[in-house]
């Protein structure tokens, strides 16, 4: 079984930056894709920024230019830096890695990390 932590949510104010990290644990083979998602109070859930294995990346039209997803492969590590914040990006934050493990394919998700953007 594949277990994710996440880290670095938090209050900031606009304009500022945090950056989100999600630990991926268990016996891993293969990564395919490591998403970050988020989900404000009313809203559905949505796509903020992807990579998938070759390293290629796709982000939400919300984000672009603004925020930057990476991964540290030897650590099974996602990021997400978050910079030029707004209130509008205030909610709680996803990670999403997809696989294969010793026990077969696996879609994990994260605990959440709330981010609020507010003065």
């Known amino acids: 079984q594949v277990q994710l932590v996440e880290s670095g949510g938090g209050l900031v104010q606009p304009g500022g930056s945090l950056r989100l990290s999600c630990a991926a644990s268990?016996?891993?083979?293969?990564?395919?894709?490591m998403n970050w998602y988020r989900q404000a109070p009313g809203k559905q859930r949505e796509l903020v920024a992807g990579?998938?294995?070759?390293?290629?990346?796709n982000y939400g039209d919300s984000v672009k230019g603004r925020f930057t997803i990476s991964r540290d492969n030897a650590k099974n590590t996602v990021y997400l830096q978050m910079n030029s914040l707004k209130p509008e990006d205030t909610a709680v934050y996803y990670c999403?890695?997809?696989?294969?493990?010793?026990?077969?394919?696996?879609?994990?998700w994260g605990q959440g990390t709330q981010v609020t953007v507010s003065s």
């Open positions: 990579m998938a294995s070759g390293g290629s990346t």
């Open positions: 268990g016996t891993i083979f293969i990564i395919n894709a």
């Open positions: 999403n890695v997809r696989g294969r493990s010793l026990t077969g394919s696996f879609d994990s």
